[in-house]
Every structure is written in C-alpha cells, then in structure tokens.
C-alpha cells in the first residue's frame, strides 16, 4: 500500500531515466537524454571508428580505379554489337570484389562497435555519472568481440536462410540465361520464399534485439547473451518490437533532417559546374563541382549516421535497463548503487 495516505513518492531520478519500470515516452525521452549529455565520447568513438573504415574503402576504391581502367573500357566501351568477353567480365568483378568484402567488413565492425558503444554510455548514464572518451573507448574495446559475436550469429541466423535461398534460385537462372535456356520454375518462388522467411526473420530480430546490451552490462559471451535476450524478451515482444521500431523511425527522420542541410550547400557547390558555358566549361570545373557536393554529402551522412545508428541503439540498451527493472527488480540495486555513489567520500580518503 502506498504511504502517505495513498500517495507515493516519485522514484528516484539520479540519471536520464527514473529507477523504476518506464513507460514508452521515458524510454524515448531517456535516449535522447543520454545522447545529449553525452554526445562528446560517443560522437568521438563511433566518428574514429567510421574514419578509419571510410580512409581504407577509400584506399580499396583507388586502388581498384587504378586496376580496373583497361578492364573497364573492355567491358564498357565496346563497338555497338559487341558483347564483352568473359574474361574481362571477370577480371572486372575480381578486381571491385576486395572493395565490397572490405564495405561489409567495415560496416560489420561499425555495428558491433556502436552496439557496444551504447549499453556502455546507459550503463553511466542512468546512475547520472560522467562519461570519458578514453574510459568508453577502453569499455567498448574489451566487449566488443562476444558483440561482435552476437552481430554476426543474428546475421546468419536471419540472412542465411535467404543467402541460400537465393543462391538455389538465382544461380541456376544465371547459368540458364548464359546458356540461352528458359529460367528454371525456382527462380519464380524466390519472392515467395523471401516473404515467408522475413516475418520470422523479425521474430528472431526482435528477441535477440537486447543481445549487445547483455554482453556489454553482463560480460557474458555471443551464445549466453543471446540467450539471456531471449528470457528477457520472453512476455513482452511487441513492446520491445514498437518501441525499437519507433527509435529507428525517429532516428531516421531526424538523421535526414540533419544531412538535408549538407546536400543543398553540396547542391549550390555543383550548380557553378552545371550551368558553366564558354571558357568556362572546362571538365576540371565540373570534376571539382562533382567533389565538393560528394564531400558535403559524405560529411551529412557522417554526422546524421552517428545519430541513426546511435539512437537506436542506446534505446534498446535502456529496454534492457527496462526489462530487467520489470522482472529483476534491478531498480533497487541501481537505487542502491546511485546511493554509494552520491555519498561522500570519508575524512582522509
């Protein structure tokens, strides 16, 4: 019974969420706090790692352009009537093949690094305590491989039921078409295939969605934390499926908003270049133009994706926080730990 005379006290607040079980606004509201007084570390992490993966897809495009230019032309600047030869079709694919291995290896380690990014920044941020660049980075650097982990167990267990699909569909079709043969009847059901997979593919999204979180805050491995995911997730699915989805939907507007402005000084940098005549229609000037508006729109995409992929992640490291409050009673033990925290250190200490 509540005291007070049927009033009770509101729960304490020493951080960006109260110690209690939250409702949706709250989680909402509590990432967006999260983010905001503690954008510094966060922004400086997730922009190294994107920096360090941009230069070397960089570098695997330069030196894939250098490799592929007689390649290219055998393939695309043929006579009209000419077909390109198998071989330069090869040497083609095999030299763009390394740049997009690297962008999926790239995008891969910025997933797991941001999933291990935000359960570390929560962890601080619900106690209401300081976050460091170094102490987040060395945080996140030791938890992410079981993250790593989970990124990758998640990807095989949702996608690699349609990687084989598609390659018992597809590759007897291309084999038929280079041989000039009708496409086999399975090409047709790969649509069909790809919509009965997803619903499930949702449902094992959704259940190992709290994964990072566990194995940030918990220290357990990629199978234990998802496991650990599973039991939490386990009578509240489609609360954690709307609220993650309404992240996702938020950070995605707000993401655009943010690289709209980027792509129209990008736009007014090109126009020059476009409407250029005379003398002053040289290839340089619209090769710079092209430059400054792919630069413009590279650093908008940069700013607005810590927003997009941080957002999103640091709510469902507070549905963690949730989840274990409603069914752990962790509340407590934060409200205890808050309470050590904010004591004063003794005479002498």
């Not at 909402?28 to 570390?41: E, N, S, V």
Request: net charge positive; with cysteine.
């Amino acid at each position: 019974m509540p005291p007070w005379g049927g009033w009770a006290p509101p729960a304490p607040q020493p951080g960006v969420i109260p110690l209690r079980p939250l409702r949706t606004g709250e989680v909402l509201g509590g990432a967006f706090t999260a983010f905001r007084r503690h954008w510094k570390p966060l922004t400086g992490a997730v922009l190294l790692v994107q920096g360090i993966g941009i230069l070397l897809v960089a570098a695997a495009i330069g030196l894939a352009a250098i490799g592929v230019r007689n390649e290219f032309a055998a393939v695309f600047d043929l006579p009209a009537g000419e077909t390109p030869a198998a071989g330069d079709v090869a040497a083609l694919l095999l030299w763009l093949a390394p740049v997009v291995v690297l962008f999926t290896v790239t995008m891969v380690l910025l997933t797991a690094m941001i999933g291990a990014l935000c359960p570390a920044v929560i962890q601080e941020a619900v106690l209401g305590r300081p976050v460091t660049f170094s102490a987040l980075w060395r945080r996140c650097w030791s938890r992410l491989p079981a993250v790593l982990g989970v990124v990758l167990c998640v990807g095989l267990l949702t996608g690699g039921p349609l990687l084989l699909l598609y390659a018992a569909c597809v590759l007897p079709a291309l084999t038929a078409v280079a041989h000039d043969a009708a496409p086999p009847v399975g090409v047709f059901l790969l649509p069909v295939g790809m919509l009965l997979w997803m619903p499930f593919a949702v449902w094992l999204t959704v259940r190992f969605s709290l994964a990072p979180a566990v194995a940030v805050c918990e220290g357990l491995g990629p199978v234990a934390a998802m496991r650990r995911s599973s039991r939490l997730v386990e009578g509240a699915w489609w609360r954690t499926c709307g609220i993650g989805a309404l992240a996702y939907l938020l950070a995605a507007v707000v993401g655009s908003v943010v690289q709209l402005p980027f792509t129209f000084i990008g736009l007014f940098a090109l126009i020059p270049a476009v409407t250029a005549t005379g003398d002053a229609a040289q290839p340089s000037t619209l090769v710079f133009g092209l430059m400054g508006y792919m630069a413009c729109v590279l650093l908008g995409s940069v700013i607005g994706s810590v927003l997009q992929l941080g957002y999103s992640q640091l709510v469902l490291a507070l549905l963690y926080v949730d989840q274990r409050m409603r069914k752990e009673n962790l509340a407590q033990a934060l409200i205890a730990s808050a309470a050590d925290s904010a004591a004063p250190a003794p005479p002498g200490a």
